[in-house]
């Protein structure tokens, strides 16, 4: 299964960019997809994730009330919509299919197919 993430760029603090995520339908159903990021020298961090069936959200609390995800079921395409950005969100973000349970939604383990990254460099 292949995922393409696309949209990552160089914004100055404050600006704005919206990544997308194409995911192959047929793999979706009950499945959740995952936006994670990963700074140099860091571990790979959870952003965000969305249901696709019913859509419910979750967040990392670094990021709530910045960034918002949302999906497109026609085109099958997720969406990250990352605004008020800051310097430490420069990292490489990542999309993700995955069937975690609610206690491990956060959690890189509980996804199986991932994107190749796409590189977000916010500059202050």
């Known amino acids: 299964v292949q995922l393409q993430a696309s949209g990552g760029g160089s914004v100055q603090a404050g600006g704005s960019l919206r990544l997308s995520c194409a995911v192959p339908?047929?793999?979706?159903?009950?499945?959740?997809v995952g936006w994670f990021r990963q700074a140099p020298g860091k571990d790979r961090e959870f952003v965000t994730g969305?249901?696709?069936?019913?859509?419910?959200?979750y967040y990392a609390d670094s990021v709530k009330g910045r960034f918002t995800t949302s999906r497109d079921n026609a085109k099958n395409t997720v969406f990250l919509q990352m605004n008020s950005l800051k310097p430490e969100d420069t990292a490489v973000y990542y999309c993700?299919?995955?069937?975690?349970?609610?206690?491990?939604?956060?959690?890189?383990?509980?996804?199986?197919?991932w994107g190749q990254g796409t590189q977000v460099t916010v500059s202050s």
């Open positions: 993700a299919i995955g069937s975690p349970i609610y206690s491990s939604r956060a959690s890189p383990e509980a996804y199986y197919y």
């Open positions: 339908g047929r793999t979706l159903s009950s499945r959740t």
């Open positions: 969305i249901r696709w069936s019913g859509g419910e959200k």
